[in-house]
């Protein structure tokens, strides 16, 4: 029997019954090659535990079996390379120990597969460990090893580990092809190094390539994170010029660059172009969709294709609801505001952090009691999910006691990058000086003694990227001033923000 027909056959088999009982009598006539082709065809129309359950009995044979020599590097190399899909790192490391055990050696076949494992199992140091490995085994990477490797530095963001490799080829006298050159392309691109990215895409048209589809797919996004739409769309009328695939990466690609642009109207008209296509949108296209809507000041369309998402079957994300929220914030549309939030939790789908604070500062703008009080009811869930945690530390960076009681200045940093947040964040935060004043054992309150000042900051931490912005300065200091209270602004406090 030939492998279409073995394969046939496994297909027939009801769910209960044995594979190997079914094709044992066939396998005699099959070498280690043409059995691994059989198992890769069976992983191919949905039957890998058909696959694994056949090499597993053919590997419980003994030395002596007619069948026993049907398990060797080929079969072993596919067996392993059949546990990416399926994410079975330990399986796959557990063949590899196998292998060893009966004597046969890693080739650089076994290597890449189980690279590729590695990177599916989202274990990319461990991928590279692989690949040293390899080189202290002395077997000789090829083109596919070292585009897997160019994948893993991309995706452990070691963009110029990744360009480097195509030099490194050329020492070993290997020439890139154009998957290496898409895949360096990608990984400058994942790393947000577009411009290095377009430098690859001059190497490959220097090396004599052509680029294919994932080629321009890739530059595509690369002009778009760098900010040349006009570029993005000049290559986009290119790959139609040459009848390359227009993929939903592609369309999801250059509908961002058109969010990144500013220019809502274009993306809604390439969206469209891309259904009359045939190309069915994905949730990374509708996020960027939503997004550029939600830019241009556009809630109302916004909100049309966050309907129409959701009649395709494409399940919206935390990107999705956070570009609608804020598309509704920015239109001053707080009730709408609210009901994406609360369908959100009902999709359980988990807010961010700034998903809460566009909600908590939407529904306190309004200046509406019940609305006031429903964002600080948002607040205090968001506290509790550790979304927005108080820091107390030391702020006297020339005390000499090194000890934090040592210190003679304390600060309560506070995360509040809104007036809304600001608000509540001081709120909850005198409440919690109230209470630990008024605390009968009276140690918390040790904190405030022998203090010269105490310091309230707006930021993350003593090396906050973004602290809080200017407007929720503002907006603290007034609150401050109304209630008459001693604080003032100061430059005292380490984090940026602070007052005194």
Same mark, same amino acid.
């Given at each position: 029997?030939?492998?279409?027909?073995?394969?046939?056959?496994?297909?027939?088999?009801?769910?209960?019954?044995?594979?190997?009982?079914?094709?044992?009598?066939?396998?005699?006539?099959?070498?280690?090659?043409?059995?691994?082709?059989?198992?890769?065809?069976?992983?191919?129309?949905?039957?890998?535990?058909?696959?694994?359950?056949?090499?597993?009995?053919?590997?419980?044979?003994?030395?002596?079996?007619?069948?026993?020599?049907?398990?060797?590097?080929?079969?072993?190399?596919?067996?392993?390379?059949?546990?990416?899909?399926?994410?079975?790192?330990?399986?796959?490391?557990?063949?590899?120990?196998?292998?060893?055990?009966?004597?046969?050696?890693?080739?650089?076949? *076994?290597?890449?597969?189980?690279?590729?494992?590695?990177?599916?199992?989202?274990?990319?140091?461990?991928?590279?460990?692989?690949?040293?490995?390899?080189?202290?085994?002395?077997?000789?990477?090829?083109?596919?090893?070292?585009?897997?490797?160019?994948?893993?530095?991309?995706?452990?963001?070691?963009?110029?580990?990744?360009?480097?490799?195509?030099?490194?080829?050329?020492?070993?006298?290997?020439?890139?092809?154009?998957?290496?050159?898409?895949?360096?392309?990608?990984?400058?691109?994942?790393?947000?190094?577009?411009?290095?990215?377009?430098?690859?895409?001059?190497?490959?048209?220097?090396?004599?390539?052509?680029?294919?589809?994932?080629?321009?797919?890739?530059?595509?996004?690369?002009?778009?994170?760098?900010?040349?739409?006009?570029?993005?769309?000049?290559?986009?009328?290119?790959?139609?010029?040459?009848?390359?695939?227009?993929?939903?990466?592609?369309?999801?690609?250059?509908?961002?660059?058109?969010?990144?642009?500013?220019?809502?109207?274009?993306?809604?008209?390439?969206?469209?172009?891309?259904?009359?296509?045939?190309?069915?949108?994905?949730?990374?296209?509708?996020?960027?969709?939503?997004?550029?809507?939600?830019?241009?000041?556009?809630?109302?369309?916004?909100?049309?294709?966050?309907?129409?998402?959701?009649?395709?079957?494409?399940?919206?994300?935390?990107?999705?609801?956070?570009?609608?929220?804020?598309?509704?914030?920015?239109?001053?549309?707080?009730?709408?505001?609210?009901?994406?939030?609360?369908?959100?939790?009902?999709?359980?789908?988990?807010?961010?952090?700034?998903?809460?604070?566009?909600?908590?500062?939407?529904?306190?703008?309004?200046?509406?009691?019940?609305?006031?009080?429903?964002?600080?009811?948002?607040?205090?869930?968001?506290?509790?999910?550790?979304?927005?945690?108080?820091?107390?530390?030391?702020?006297?960076?020339?005390?000499?006691?090194?000890?934090?009681?040592?210190?003679?200045?304390?600060?309560?940093?506070?995360?509040?990058?809104?007036?809304?947040?600001?608000?509540?964040?001081?709120?909850?935060?005198?409440?919690?000086?109230?209470?630990?004043?008024?605390?009968?054992?009276?140690?918390?309150?040790?904190?405030?003694?022998?203090?010269?000042?105490?310091?309230?900051?707006?930021?993350?931490?003593?090396?906050?990227?973004?602290?809080?912005?200017? *407007?929720?300065?503002? *907006?603290?200091?007034?609150?401050?001033?109304?209630?008459?209270?001693?604080?003032?602004?100061?430059?005292?406090?380490?984090?940026?923000?602070?007052?005194?």
């Amino acid at each position: 029997m030939s492998v279409e027909e073995l394969v046939k056959l496994c297909s027939s088999l009801p769910g209960g019954a044995s594979a190997v009982a079914a094709v044992a009598p066939a396998l005699t006539y099959l070498d280690s090659r043409a059995m691994a082709a059989f198992m890769k065809e069976l992983a191919k129309t949905q039957q890998l535990s058909r696959a694994m359950e056949i090499f597993d009995w053919l590997k419980s044979l003994p030395a002596d079996h007619e069948l026993y020599s049907l398990c060797d590097v080929y079969t072993f190399t596919t067996a392993i390379s059949l546990m990416g899909p399926s994410q079975q790192l330990r399986r796959a490391l557990e063949l590899v120990g196998e292998m060893r055990a009966r004597g046969l050696s890693c080739n650089v076949h *076994t290597y890449s597969a189980l690279m590729n494992v590695c990177i599916k199992c989202d274990a990319c140091d461990l991928a590279l460990d692989v690949f040293k490995q390899m080189h202290e085994d002395r077997i000789r990477p090829n083109v596919v090893t070292y585009n897997t490797l160019v994948d893993v530095y991309g995706k452990t963001g070691q963009w110029e580990q990744a360009v480097r490799v195509l030099d490194d080829m050329r020492e070993e006298d290997l020439e890139p092809e154009v998957r290496t050159y898409n895949t360096a392309i990608i990984a400058c691109n994942m790393c947000g190094q577009p411009q290095e990215a377009l430098k690859v895409h001059q190497k490959l048209l220097e090396a004599g390539l052509q680029p294919i589809s994932t080629t321009y797919t890739a530059l595509i996004s690369a002009y778009g994170k760098a900010g040349q739409l006009d570029k993005a769309l000049e290559t986009f009328q290119t790959m139609m010029q040459r009848g390359c695939e227009r993929s939903v990466i592609t369309y999801s690609a250059l509908i961002s660059a058109c969010e990144k642009a500013g220019r809502w109207e274009l993306a809604l008209q390439l969206f469209d172009q891309m259904q009359r296509e045939g190309c069915a949108p994905n949730t990374v296209t509708y996020n960027s969709l939503i997004t550029a809507c939600q830019q241009g000041g556009q809630p109302e369309k916004a909100c049309e294709v966050f309907e129409q998402m959701k009649h395709h079957g494409c399940r919206p994300d935390v990107v999705t609801f956070a570009a609608l929220i804020n598309a509704y914030h920015r239109a001053g549309q707080w009730h709408k505001c609210l009901q994406a939030f609360e369908q959100m939790q009902q999709q359980n789908c988990k807010p961010d952090s700034f998903v809460y604070q566009t909600v908590i500062d939407s529904l306190w703008q309004t200046g509406v009691a019940w609305a006031q009080a429903r964002a600080w009811q948002l607040y205090g869930t968001a506290a509790r999910n550790w979304q927005y945690r108080f820091t107390v530390q030391a702020a006297n960076s020339g005390s000499s006691g090194g000890g934090f009681g040592a210190s003679r200045d304390l600060e309560y940093i506070v995360p509040a990058f809104t007036p809304g947040v600001a608000v509540l964040a001081l709120r909850k935060w005198l409440l919690e000086v109230v209470a630990q004043l008024s605390s009968d054992s009276g140690s918390r309150s040790l904190l405030f003694m022998g203090r010269d000042r105490i310091l309230l900051s707006l930021g993350r931490s003593r090396h906050a990227k973004e602290p809080g912005s200017s *407007t929720a300065c503002q *907006t603290l200091l007034s609150v401050l001033t109304g209630f008459r209270s001693p604080f003032r602004p100061g430059s005292g406090a380490v984090t940026p923000g602070g007052y005194v």
